[in-house]
């Protein structure tokens, strides 16, 4: 069972930025997939970025990309989302997701555990 822990959400002003961190407790994250998504009140859950176990690979939806980075450090069972030119649209509750198989999927059904999410609010 892994446990995951999403921080580092706030209120921010249109332009600025905020770097989300997920944590992870109960097994070790290395060789998991992970993956950052959001949802917006009143809006179904959506994909915004994706690593896979080793770091080396990523995805980004278009709504983030060139704005939003996503890396992890497996030595300190931690994945992160660098979110740059933050708009008032970017509002949303944010979940780290993790999946066993190692890589990254766009699916909310792609992946094994959630963590309880972290509100971002982008005022304008």
């Known amino acids: 069972q892994v446990h995951l822990v999403e921080s580092g959400g706030g209120l921010v002003q249109a332009g600025g930025s905020l770097r989300l961190s997920c944590a992870a407790s109960g097994r070790a994250l290395s060789t998991y997939g992970m993956g950052w998504f959001r949802q917006a009140a009143g809006k179904e859950r959506e994909f915004v970025a994706g690593?896979?176990?080793?770091?080396?690979?990523?995805y980004y939806a278009a709504s983030g990309k060139g704005r939003f980075t996503v890396s992890r450090d497996n030595a300190k069972n931690t994945v992160y989302l660098q979110m740059n030119s933050l708009k008032p649209e970017d509002t949303a509750v944010y979940y780290c997701?993790?999946?066993?198989?190692?890589?990254?999927?766009?699916?909310?059904?792609?992946?094994?555990?959630w963590g309880q999410g972290t509100q971002v609010t982008v005022s304008a």
């Open positions: 997701a993790a999946q066993i198989r190692g890589s990254y999927s766009v699916r909310v059904n792609g992946y094994d555990y």
């Open positions: 690593i896979n176990w080793s770091g080396d690979s990523a």
